[in-house]
Every structure is written in structure tokens, then in C-alpha cells.
């Protein structure tokens, strides 16, 4: 979001609408569950208890200091109110972004002015650095763009770090800038001239050098497009990259990380409620954009989102507390919700029967629409305290862990914390059931005298806390966010620290060699390689070294895997961070594809397809297979070439005028789809030729 949604002295406009196998050695299986179902109901007709299983050998990461963020804005003049600033305190926010979405490309930090928009007195930029460093927080600072210099920007860092001595370490450079009106749509000021991707990508090089010449300890970010999500995918005229694949390359190597807005929408608070599902799909292509185009490694901040639907009552709570878990356990090191105060827009009513004001904030305005007014100001709505219940998952430190649920209504997200302590976040998204959740733990093993539920009900004013001794079921009240936190029982753990440093040194079409630093706290009898599959582990290979390689893996796929180190007792320590592993296609093969989308809009894209016999046979005939990685995925239509689908599988066959490929190269065939999406959309991996596995370009 972009501007305050409605405020007693400040232009308000709206966003801009968007038009996106196994080992020799076997499977040794840690933990495990059914696939995801509609729970079959009691004969009273009550669900079914729901099975989650939590897998504290699966590491998803540790919780960054960043992890829970918020966006401030100058037009917010309660911003840096001392109430405000224990509501956050309270609610362990570390990160605060500033000046405020697309203030950030009019704002000029030294005379705190924002041509165009409306400044709050006492929003300056001191008087926010204050804020940042009561609560503890750490900034996320907006360099202008839009209309601003990279020399404006460095006289910011110098006033910053040298003057003040704040150490801010993270600046971005502008907002949301493929919104500038290049592709259409234009919602974002950008005075350039050339308002094209490459520009951007040639100017963020010139700030970040700007910067980094006063402090060379800041971190410089990019603006980049979410996949699956407009402008994903569009080119303008003469272009032949989309935004990503044309800034990435250029910032590669010169910005330290690069930035993401989400905001999924929905025709109801049902479908908003779903599309978590899609965010694991959406980070990971936009990792794979990164590491196939230079920039292998580089940080993730979603620093910006909202479900956009029923904005101040239980259901954005509920998708807000999904989203940030979601986010985290992808690799993201800040989650900056949109925002502290919005204002009232339309009012509405939420499934629940709440009054939605149509504010973005997590506290209230205080003003009303009409004859309806909002709660008295800084009132919490429901999303402050799904963010406080965040806090009592996990802290800055703590290891994300697997979970996994069978209901669709039912999310699970666990944090292995530091002291030893697992907590389990649970949230049911039926309005109108309660679920009853049986809990399964694998690499944990609780101790049965007690643990402590944290529940944040539908209609609640603050989350109620209770003991329980029963460690292996927990009832979910409806529309709610519950935390279950127990300790690890005596005895149970090893001494062994994680393995550190894991990292891929070799990767081909069915083979990858991963390498780790050794763990502390002991001799490891062993050290042992795992597979995430959701909640299970599957043991890949094991060595009493510093490396493992395993065969027989499947062309074309991305896992990821962790390592631990097994004690002489037998007891394994804690997961390692998780590390990517890709596999790519033969080098050389009898066939071989070019995979190239000509065109996108967000929710659907146009693909062409170049087929090639490479062997020493003709084909006369050919089958060319392949799967979408997602399975938001469909085909809609097809030309030059028989196209058929079966869930994510494809199958496209000739025509009958193209139907003989010739040996060694003689000829290539050619033929296109129009592709749909709901999320994520990544390129098919791996094609077939008639059963023989081509070369992937």
C-alpha cells in the first residue's frame, strides 16, 4: 500500500488495480502424515481431530532480529506517539520502515517534505529514529527514487551514520517503481526520463555506490516484482525481459538484497485466506530468478504485505499470522506488514459479523465514515495481536521448524526455540467449527507435566493465556490463533550443536555433493544428510566427514536438505539451516528443448516451445512431455502442436505437417501455449522426447 487510506488532512489514492528419486541407501522416514483433506466429520457431525505433525529435524532457518516488521509513514502523525510506541514494544516489532510506501519516492528527508502528499508534524526522520530506538527496532529506510538523487541519498546516509550515529544498515532504493507507468498502470512518481527496468537496474548500481562510498557497511536493496503477480512477466514495447530478468542481472553483485510487496486479494475472506498456500511457490521462483541470473544468495524482504480483504478484523489476522510464518520458513529476513495507522475506508461486514472500516493499520484511527466510526485511537484491531502471537512462536535466534497439517482450514507453523522449548502455531480458518488437533512430534519429545496454550478467539480484545498437561492435543476455538509451547523433556536432547556453513559444491543432472563445518559441544559419531518432504525427512546419505554425495537423484529438481549430526548415544542435534539443491538436465543428451516466454500478464503467460533431435536416428512421430512445477499451472490454449493436460502433466504430440524431427539437428520444430496461473509459475525443468530425458535450455 501506497498512501493512507483516508486521513482527516492527507490525499488519499487508491492502489493501483493488478491485472501472475532416492538414494541407494534408501528412505529412513523421521516423521509423516496423510496428504491434506477435508476432515471426515463425526457421526454428530462434528470434524474429525485434525492430525498435525511437528518435525524439529526439519530446519527451515533461524528467526532473524528483522523478522517482525512494520511500515511507518509521514502522514501518520500518532507514528511516534509514546502509547504507539509501547503497543509496539509490546508486540516485539523489530523492524520499522520509513518514510511510507510511496511517500518513499516524494519524500526529501531534510526539510521533511513530501511535494505532492501530506507531512505529519513531528514525523520527521529524527523524530522516527527515536521511536526505532525505544522499541528496539530496527529501520528500513526508503531512498528516494522517484524524485530524488543518489547524492540525496548519500547525504542521508552520511547525516545518518556519521552525524547521528544511528547504524542503519538497510536501505531501499524506491518503492514500488514498476509502477512508474511503463507498463500501463502508474501509481509511483519517477521523474526519470528513461522509466524503463534496465534504467532502474543502471541506477540503483549508481545509489548503491553513492551510499556505500559514505559507509560501506550499509545494505542497499532492489526493487523487484513478485511472481505470479502483476507485472510479472509483461514487457513493453521492444523489450525481450520482464522487470526480474532484466534488473536482476544488472544489480547482481551490487545491490546486498532486494525487495517484495504482496498483497493477494480475493473475491471473500475464504479465498484470501488460501492464497498462503501459494506464497512458499512465489518466494521460490523468485529465489530461482536470483540464482540463475547472478545473484545466487542474495536476501529476500517482503516489505510490504496485506491481504487486501477485510483489512481490520479476525480474517487479515489470520492470513497476517500465516503470512509472516509462510514468509520466514521461505528464507525471508523481514516481514513489514502494511501498516500502523490507515484510516477507514468502506465499511463492510466480515464473515464473522464483525465491522470491517476497510483500514489497513493494526491500530485504529480513531475517525469514522460517515455515521460509523472506528474504535477509540490506537485501539488494537485483530492484526496487532496476530503479531504479538508471533513473539510467542518463536524470537530473534530461534530455529524455524517442519509442520504439517491433513485439514485445509487448519494452518501449522513450529519454532524450535533456543532455550529448548517447541512452540506450535495453529490456526483455524473456519468461521463458524471448532477443530480438535491431535499433535504428532518427531525429533521432540515433550515433557508431559505441562505446557502452555496461548488462544487469540474471534472477537477477543487480547490473547488469553492457560496451562495444560495434555501435550498432544490442543482445540481450536473457530476463526482463531492458538500457541502451544512445550518443553523438551529431560534427557532427550544432544550436546551437539547444528552443523554450520552447509553449502552445494558440485550439482549435475542426478547427482549433488553438500559440504558442512563440523558441530561443537562434542564428537559426532556421524553426520547425516535429510530430505524435506513437508514434514518428513528422508535420510539421503551419511558420512563421518565433512561432505556427502548422493546419486540418484531426479534431473531437473530442487530439494532442500539439511544435515545433523548424530552423538554416540544415538541422539541427533538440531537441524542445520536448510540449503538449496538444484539438479540440472543431461549435458548432453539426444534431444534437446528451448523453453522461452514470449509474453505475460501477471495471471497468465505465453510459452514457445523448440524441439531438436540431437541423436543419430530420425523421429518420425514424436511425444514431448513435461510437468509444471506448480499446481496453480494450467494450459488454456495451444497452436502448432497437439497439446493435452492431466493435472500438472503435459503432453504435446505434432500436427500433421510437422511430425518428422530429423537425426543430428537436420530440423527443429516449434510450437506454442498460453499458459493461466493462480500463484506461482515457473518453468517445466524437464522435458521428454519420446521417453529420453533432452537438454533443457
Known sequence: MHFPRAQSRAPWRARAAAALTVSALGAALL????????????????????????????????????????????????????????????????ALRYPGGSYGDLYHWQDNTAPGGYVAPGTDFDAFMGTVKKIGAQPILIANYGSGTPQEAADWVRYANVT???????????????????????????????????????????????????????????????????????????????????????????????????????????????TTSQLTGELAQLRAQLDANG???????????????????????????????????????????WDTHNGPTAISTAPDGATDYGDYGILSSGTCVGSVCEPPLNTPFPTYHAISMLSRLGRPGDQLVGAATDDPLVAAHAVHQANGDLSVLLINKDPAAARQVALHYSGFRPDPASATVATFRDGA???????????????????????????????????????????????????????????????????????????????????????????????????????????????????????????????????????QVTAGWGNGWNANVTVTDTGPAPITGWTLAFRFPSTGESVTGFWNANVSTRGQDVVATPVDWNGTLAAHGGNSVSFGFTGANTGANPPPTVFTLNGTVCTTT
Open 31 to 94: 516423521a509423516g502424515g496423510p496428504a491434506a483433506a477435508d476432515p471426515a466429520p463425526h457421526a454428530d457431525g462434528a470434524p474429525a481431530a485434525v492430525d498435525v505433525t511437528v518435525n524439529a529435524a526439519e530446519g527451515r532457518g533461524t528467526i532473524p532480529d528483522t523478522a517482525y516488521g512494520l511500515n511507518s509513514a509521514v502522514w501518520d502523525a500518532q507514528m511516534n506517539a509514546p502509547d504507539v510506541q509501547d503497543l509496539l514494544q509490546s508486540a516485539h516489532i523489530g
Open 164 to 274: 547521528k550515529g544511528y547504524g542503519a544498515k538497510l536501505w531501499e532504493v524506491g518503492n514500488e517503481l514498476y509502477g512508474n507507468g511503463h507498463y500501463g498502470s502508474g501509481w509511483e512518481r519517477d521523474d526519470h526520463a528513461d522509466t524503463s527496468p534496465a534504467a532502474y537496474g543502471r541506477n540503483v548500481v549508481a545509489y548503491a555506490s553513492a551510499m556505500k562510498a559514505v559507509d560501506p557497511t550499509v545494505k542497499v536493496g532492489a526493487v523487484l516484482t513478485m511472481p505470479g503477480n502483476w507485472p510479472d512477466g509483461v514487457m513493453a514495447d521492444g523489450e525481450s525481459a520482464d522487470w526480474n530478468h532484466t534488473v536482476i542481472p544488472l544489480i547482481a553483485g551490487k545491490a546486498d538484497f532486494v525487495i517484495v510487496h504482496w498483497y493477494p486479494g480475493g473475491s471473500d475472506a475464504a479465498q484470501a485466506l488460501g
Open 295 to 337: 545473484a545466487a544468495r542474495t536476501p529476500i524482504a517482503l516489505t510490504e504485505v496485506n491481504s487486501n480483504v477485510d483489512e481490520d478484523t479476525q480474517p487479515d489476522a489470520l492470513f497476517g499470522a500465516d503470512a509472516y510464518a509462510t514468509a520466514l520458513e521461505s528464507g525471508v529476513f523481514t516481514v513489514d506488514w
Open 461 to 595: 480484545n487480547a490473547i488469553d493465556t492457560a496451562t495444560t498437561t495434555d501435550t498432544g492435543a490442543v482445540a481450536l476455538p473457530p476463526y482463531s490463533l492458538t500457541t502451544i509451547t512445550l518443553h523438551q523433556a529431560a534427557g532427550t536432547a544432544s550436546a551437539l550443536s547444528a552443523p554450520g556453513g552447509v553449502h552445494v559444491t558440485a550439482a549435475g543432472a542426478t547427482s549433488a555433493t553438500v559440504a558442512w563445518n563440523p558441530s561443537t559441544g562434542g564428537k559426532a559419531d556421524r553426520y547425516e544428510v535429510y530430505r524435506q518432504v513437508g514434514a518428513v525427512s528422508e535420510l539421503l546419505g551419511s558420512s563421518t566427514g565433512g561432505s556427502v554425495t548422493v546419486p540418484n537423484l531426479t534431473p531437473g529438481s530442487t530439494f532442500t536438505w539439511n544435515v545433523l549430526a548424530r552423538d554416540s548415544s544415538g541422539r541427533l542435534s538440531r537441524p542445520s539451516d536448510p540449503v538449496t539443491v538444484r539438479t540440472g538436465t543431461p549435458a548432453e543428451a539426444d534431444c534437446a528443448v528451448s523453453y
